[in-house]
């Protein structure tokens, strides 16, 4: 029994490095000074990545198999299953393509998103915390060096020879691309990272200090960046969030239906307010 729990922990953490190190391998590569490093020998980049993940996948098949264990996960195998025979099926227009994706598509499915339902609890929060945590602090220091080529408005423009299109850095057309490759991208980044922010809200002072900061940096990146679907979805967003979060509150303070639904369409409202006035005042 303690072999069977210490082989549980080391796996937790050897995943949690590894999805540590993918995230941050995709967050980077979407940074054009990174890029252009990288341009030329990502290929071979990815192909590590991939290898590792596959002898994660492989080490827990023939073990614990944990990864199969989540609900509706039988949905993603067949999905899985589906996309192998249409591979073979459709093999004269390109076999290894496909392959690279079913196989991309396993790491991302079964161990990238997927959950280790025997891992406690505590364990799992712990993980998602530290992973929220890395990545608002990197695409906060991603969107403070944006700020700053706003500031100075600086602008060039970029050819790779793996894109068609030419790829704008700084300041460029009235829109905010800063560093990233693409803003609309990099923007809803930026929203999923003010939620991060809000999840973390807790802690000491200078802790809710920090988030706010990054809440209002990725919100003004979101803006500068022109980015309509992003704010778009950070609208949506939060006022669905807020309206939750409100029902929840009242519901535990016993009020009753009509000031539950009043109270959470007052929040509703209030998000968007500040959003769309953010939004014209920056």
Request: charged share 15%.
């Amino acid at each position: 029994m303690p072999q069977k729990s210490d082989f549980k922990t080391v796996f937790a953490n050897l995943r949690f490095v590894y999805i540590t190190l993918y995230m941050l391998l995709i967050a980077f590569v979407s940074t054009i000074p990174v890029r252009r490093l990288v341009e030329g020998r990502s290929g071979v980049i990815y192909g590590i990545v991939a290898l590792l993940g596959c002898v994660l996948l492989a080490v827990d098949f023939f073990t614990r198999r944990v990864i199969f264990k989540p609900k509706y996960c039988t949905l993603l195998i067949l999905f899985v299953i589906a996309c192998i025979i249409s591979s073979f099926y459709n093999i004269k227009y390109g076999f290894m393509s496909n392959v690279k994706a079913i196989i991309w598509g396993c790491i991302q499915f079964f161990l990238i998103v997927g959950v280790d339902t025997e891992l406690n609890i505590n364990t799992t929060k712990k993980h998602f915390k530290a992973l929220t945590e890395i990545f608002s602090f990197c695409w906060l220091i991603f969107v403070a060096i944006s700020f700053y080529q706003f500031v100075i408005q600086y602008s060039k423009t970029w050819h790779f020879p793996s894109q068609f299109r030419a790829v704008h850095e700084g300041f460029f057309e009235g829109r905010l691309y800063g560093i990233f490759s693409d803003p609309n991208y990099a923007s809803l980044c930026s929203v999923f990272v003010i939620f991060f922010c809000i999840i973390n809200f807790k802690g000491s002072i200078f802790n809710k200090i920090y988030h706010i900061l990054n809440i209002s940096a990725q919100f003004f990146y979101i803006v500068l960046s022109g980015s309509r679907t992003s704010i778009l979805c950070f609208i949506i967003s939060l006022c669905l969030f807020s309206g939750i979060c409100s029902w929840n509150k009242l519901e535990k303070m016993g009020m009753e239906n009509l000031r539950k639904i009043s109270g959470s369409l007052l929040a509703v409202t209030l998000c968007f307010l500040v959003i769309v006035m953010g939004s014209y005042l920056i």
